[in-house]
């Protein structure tokens, strides 16, 4: 990576090619860290600027020199803290870009990864495509598989291969011209034969790249990012493919610095509170930083990220003018362990001891809109719009809310927070305590349609993606056209063979043993080459062939899953503890 950086400023530091490498080897290798060179990040400021090169408007880097040509000139309207470990991200994903070369980012969960791939996507012009890895993905999930389906002219059996859009991308066949951005998120996660695919893909050596059905297409240039989700002290790089690391540039973040946190959270507080951010976000560093230093001394794996600063500003804006400030700490900081020695070091130093308002409901005359009442001076109704009056049935949703405990109204105040926000939740608590009649009381009370799961063991990926299966029984069509091919060959009354005394005419008497039978007398006549009408025969056999073979009946079906997310459903995951590993990646996104 600094290599290349170096060789981006040759022409101005007139640099031949051994004092290139001789720069490079003291940078990484010598012992003196006082001699090592340094490149100088502009504390707090975008490390771009917008410029015109050879006619083209486009994005430079000021620490790379790394140009890319794109149509703004300008940043969005809220942009990103730019503290020195997230300029330097941006720049090895700028860089990388630059040369068409594949970029791997490692790092915790919660350090930027996302934003910074998405502030350059959305300044360059690039469509993103995301392609969430675990580790059911097989190879047919990223290309494409061969899949048997039926001619519709001539409802022959046929082979094709469903194209996914990463297909497309490759094969150039986008149907805009967009430039793309292919992010593979979680590599960690995926199988090493799915790895290995990704490492062809990204590997700038390989020129081609093999298909599904044998076939070999020529690999175009590609922006292609890889997102590792792991420990600092994790070992995954010994686990990746050896052209992956070859062929790429592979950044790993580590530790964020304490004044890192600083400014990543005045920026986020600003984004969301506006006037008041900056007092917020002054209050919530101290939290945050005293909940860190308890949760390290005591050992947790559980550390606040950046994304809990995030969810922290999301909440205190949705509920400041409505709840006290304990409803987020709570939310944020008390419920994120099941630890008793935590939660009682916490109750001490953050003085949280759960939440003790309890919350009513209530509707407004016309019933858009669900109202909760603030539990502070002055404060304003807590609103949520209604999704659909029509399924809200009033006297039924009151006799329920009658009957909750303190604590399941509470839950319900949790889920109104959550759904505000679009933050998703993890309801945790004793067996029969109410959490799966709190979700499903909350979605009755705004007219939302829910599609629950109960989730075990057995549950597999297809609830999510859907899958082929097999159709019994005939359609109405199937039916029509295989008593036409039959009368068809009825017709030219073959060697005598009257038809139907071998098919009975009702199609719910139609067995395979029949048709099997029926064959097995036309392969008789279709032998005797000599047969003036044997074609005919041997066409019409094939049709109907086609249409009863297992090969031709698979379907693909839509899952509910896919059919809920369009149509904007809510989902609930009851038992999501007993939910396999891979159920779970799929469904972390």
């Not at 308890?294 to 709840?323: G, H, P």
């Not at 502070?376 to 006297?395: A, H, W």
């Not at 926000?421 to 029969?432: E, L, P, R, S, Y």
């Amino acid at each position: 990576t600094l290599k290349s950086i170096i060789e981006q400023n040759r022409e101005e530091e007139n640099l031949s090619k051994n004092e290139i490498n001789n720069k490079l080897y003291q940078y990484l290798f010598t012992a003196n860290k006082e001699k090592q060179i340094h490149i100088k990040l502009p504390k707090g400021k975008s490390p771009f600027c917008f410029e015109n090169k050879n006619n083209l408007n486009g994005m430079k880097s000021i620490i790379t020199n790394a140009f890319i040509p794109c149509i703004k000139n300008e940043y969005p309207k809220n942009n990103p803290a730019f503290t020195n470990k997230f300029v330097e991200l941006l720049n090895i994903i700028h860089l990388g870009l630059s040369l068409n070369t594949s970029v791997v980012i490692e790092g915790q969960i919660g350090q930027g990864k996302q934003t910074a791939i998405h502030f350059l996507a959305e300044i360059l012009g690039f469509k993103l495509l995301i392609i969430q890895l675990s580790s059911s993905n097989k190879e047919e999930d990223l290309l494409g598989k061969v899949i048997v389906d039926k001619d519709k002219e001539t409802n022959n059996t046929v082979i094709k291969v469903s194209e996914t859009d990463l297909m497309k991308i490759l094969k150039n066949k986008s149907e805009t011209k967009d430039k793309y951005l292919i992010l593979f998120n979680d590599l960690q996660n995926a199988s090493d034969a799915v790895k290995e695919k990704i490492a062809n893909i990204c590997d700038r050596h390989q020129k081609n790249v093999l298909l599904p059905d044998g076939n070999t297409i020529i690999k175009p240039a590609l922006n292609i990012i890889c997102v590792i989700n792991a420990e600092n002290n994790s070992d995954i790089r010994n686990h990746l493919p050896s052209p992956l690391l070859y062929s790429t540039i592979y950044h790993k973040i580590g530790d964020i610095p304490e004044e890192d946190t600083e400014e990543v959270a005045y920026s986020i507080f600003n984004k969301y509170l506006d006037k008041n951010g900056k007092e917020e976000a002054k209050d919530f560093i101290d939290k945050y930083n005293n909940v860190n230093s308890i949760l390290k001394n005591m050992k947790s794996r559980l550390l606040l990220t950046f994304n809990d600063i995030n969810n922290y500003a999301k909440l205190r804006a949705a509920t400041k003018d409505s709840c006290d400030v304990k409803l987020v700490d709570n939310m944020i900081f008390y419920y994120r362990t099941q630890d008793e020695e935590i939660i009682n070091k916490l109750k001490t130093e953050l003085n949280l001891n759960g939440f003790d308002f309890i919350p009513t409901f209530d509707y407004n005359p016309c019933f858009t809109e669900l109202t909760i009442q603030s539990n502070i001076e002055n404060g304003k109704p807590f609103i949520l719009k209604v999704i659909n009056k029509d399924k809200i049935n009033i006297n039924n949703i009151k006799m329920k809310l009658n009957s909750l405990t303190s604590q399941q109204k509470l839950c319900l105040l949790f889920l109104a927070c959550s759904w505000a926000t679009k933050i998703k939740v993890i309801i945790k608590g004793d067996t029969a305590s109410g959490k799966t009649h709190c979700a499903i009381l909350f979605s009755e009370m705004l007219g939302a349609d829910l599609l629950t799961y109960q989730m075990n063991q057995d549950i597999t990926p297809s609830i999510f993606i859907g899958q082929s299966i097999l159709e019994e029984d005939l359609n109405k069509e199937e039916i029509n056209l295989i008593k036409s091919y039959l009368s068809e060959i009825n017709n030219i009354k073959p060697k005598n063979l009257n038809i139907f005394d071998l098919i009975p005419n009702n199609p719910k008497e139609w067995l395979p043993s029949i048709f099997n039978k029926f064959f097995e007398i036309l392969d008789h006549i279709i032998k005797d080459k000599k047969y003036e009408k044997r074609n005919i025969l041997i066409e019409a056999k094939t049709k109907i062939n086609s249409i009863i073979s297992p090969q031709g009946r698979f379907k693909e079906t839509e899952s509910q899953t896919s059919s809920g997310l369009i149509n904007g459903s809510w989902f609930l995951y009851d038992d999501i503890q007993f939910s396999t590993p891979d159920l779970l990646s799929i469904m972390t996104p």
